[in-house]
Every structure is written in structure tokens, then in C-alpha cells.
């Protein structure tokens, strides 16, 4: 048998990774701790980027990292909602998963350094922007207002609700969550995301906006938030697409000139405009 | 009681009178009045006449929908500074939904009946208040529409 001389790139080379925490956090959505078999050192990342995991014998995702970038775990937070998912949601304490990343761009942290900063995200949306959420409240006093907004299809449906209330119970963050709909018994907002904005205190002309969420909140909130005097290039969203490869080779992401793994999936909202826009895109 | 000039810089203060001119909504004061609920109570149920609506100066109230042998749902909350109860500009007059106060709550209502006979002879009032109404009315059905795409439900797959 001959050997390849060729080096097998790190990035195309899933690492072996044992599963070391699984929580249940919602009906269809889960959280696992990782760490490296070989090198449980910790893992570098920065604030939204992805890991394409690999459920050995099944399949490959791509999956936001959740956890404290400074906090050295791997920590993915996940929805049930494929062939892949699904197995990696039978994953226990101990089992070993593939691991390819960190891929795509991150949050821009270090650029808002000195602004507001304003977090918008829907749903499962919160999972990508947790470590920079994190990141701002480790480091506070380089942010001024810190406003986290966040929208959830019912209140059984609010991902990482013990952290909402610990970030609200916090006196140099605002925090506001709303559901689409609820019964008698919920004491909170019903109503879309978007409507948060108008309550929440921030300068829109000095604040750096994070959003992530289903596209159509997006673009409403964009709307919004442009209405409130914010400008496109202070807006960043977080896109998924059908990502494969990771490594901008197999086409599966693209989004019209851009591919969301290699370009994305973090994009300043002025770029990706027209094309969010654009039908079939 | 509460005078009218008192009740003229209550709606002032509201962001639907922003910019509004002063006679006119020293006109719209002579129909107000200042309320205040607590939380569980209702300050109207569907069906009942709607003869007043209402701009929340302060608090929270649900708009709820009852659901025989359920649980009501609730449709929205809204806070100070938004404005609830169209329904006395529309035939047959009457509340469509429940209003339940979910926080001590105060309100400023306007007497929708004294109302349309004002907007009956002051058709300029009547445009301004319309014109106001409006945005609010569109906002509204915007936020349902989006409310109503289930956006956070399991997303499409492509073709779907």
C-alpha cells in the first residue's frame, strides 16, 4: 500500500471530540460540552464562528459555536431538526463526536469597543450570539448601553432563560424578551421582536448592532432599526445557509458572489443587502 | 376631579399627540378622561360597547382572545407611550378582544362616542386623528402578519 505523502489539511480532517455535558434545553433543542480526546486544553475561537460536526457514520453540520469564547469549552447548542441532529441528540456524556473548525467570520467585539452595543436575535438565533454576549459582559466597562433583545416563538420556547434573567438581573445590561404568542398565565411581552427596539435605551447613532434569527425577523428589524437612525455598516447578521465543505470549495453556501462559510456567516448588513432582498437567492 | 387643563398635558405627553396642534387637542381633552386599573383587572371584554379607547401613559396590558374551554391566548402586550381600541371608529362599535391589565396601569381614555359627533362637524380633527390612527392600525397588522409566519417554526427546507 502506498502512503500519500500529501498532508491531509487540518481543516478538512474531522478531530475526535468526547462529549462531556448534554443538557436538555428546549423540546427540539440541546446542548453539548465537548472537548478534544487528544488535547483537552481548551478550544480557540472567536465569537460566531461554527464547527461542522460530524456524527460519525451519519453526517455532517454546521453548528454555531455557543459557549465563552475565554471559557476554554466547546460548547454547541443544537435543534433537532435532521437526520444529523438528530443523532447528534442521542449523544450521551462520553460518546465521541467529529469536530472540523472554527470556520467564518466572528462578531465584530473588538469593533464596538467604545459604542452601544444592541443584541437582536430570534429563537435558536441567541445560540450564535451567546459568546458574544458573554464577551461584552466580561468586558463591560469597554461597551457603553448593553441592550439584549430577544423574540421566541412561546414562553416554553425561550432558549437559555436562566442566563436572560441572570443578564437582566444584572444593572449595566437591559434585557427584554417577547413571545408571538402565549397563554393568560405568561407575565411577559407578546409581540414580534421589533417592537422591543422602540422601549429599549440606546444611541442608534454610536451602537453596533448584532442580529440573529430567521431572515424575515431580520430584515424587519433591520428596518426598524434604520428607522431609529441606525446606519447599515453599524448592522451585522448572522446568515445560515447549507454549508458542506466549510472551506468555501463545494459551492453548497453560496449567497450570490459571497460563500456564507468562508465569507460568513457574520456579514455587515450593507453587503449582503440587496441580496436578502433578491428572489431565489 | 380632574380638570381639563390637567388632562390637556396628560395627552401632550403622549407620543400619538406629538406635534399635534394645541386647540385641537385641547378639543380632544374636553372627551378625556384619567384611569387606572390593576393588574387582573379588564378595562373592557369582547363584545361590550366600545364607547371609549385608550392611550397608556404608564403599566401593561394584554390584549387577550377568550377561547371557550381554554386558557384565553394572549394576542399582544402594549406599554406607555401606545395607544389601544379602535373599534369605536368602526360599526358596530364593540370591543373585539379582551383588555386584561397585567401591571398597575394608568390610561388616559377618550369618550368615543362625544368623539365621532366632534369629527362629525370638525371633519380637519377628524383628518388629523385618522391620520394618526393609521400608522398605529398598520404597524399593528404588520407586527400580526410577522406574528402569524410562525418565523421561528422549524425553517423551510428549499422548494417548500
Redesign the interface.
Known sequence: MVKSTKPVPDSMTPAPFRVTARRQDLADTFTIELEAADSPRGFAFRPGQFNMLYHFGVGEVPISISGDAGAGKLIHTIRD?GAVTHGLSTLKKGDMVGVRGPFGSAWPVDAAEGSDVVIVA??IGLAPLRPAIQHVLDNRDRYGRFVILY???SPK?VLYLPELQSWRGRLDTYVDV?V?????????????V??LI??ANFDATHAVAMLC??E??MR?TVAELTARGMDRGDIHVSM?R?MKCAVGHCGHCQFGPKFVCKDGPVFPYGEIEALLKARGV | MVKVEGLDKLLAEHPFFDGMNEDMRKTLSGCARNERFGPGEFVAHEGDPADRFYFVRAGAIALEFHVPGCNPIVLETLHGGEVFGWSWLVPPYAWTYDIRVLELTRLISLDGACLRKKLNKDHELGFELYSRFVPVMAKRLSSARLQLSDMYGRPCKKGE
Open positions: 431538526v430570534g429563537g423574540g421566541a416563538r420556547d417577547t408571538d404568542h402565549a397563554e393568560s398565565g405568561w407575565a411577559g411581552n407578546v409581540g414580534v421589533t417592537k422602540e422601549r434569527g430567521p424575515i425577523m424587519f445560515e447549507n
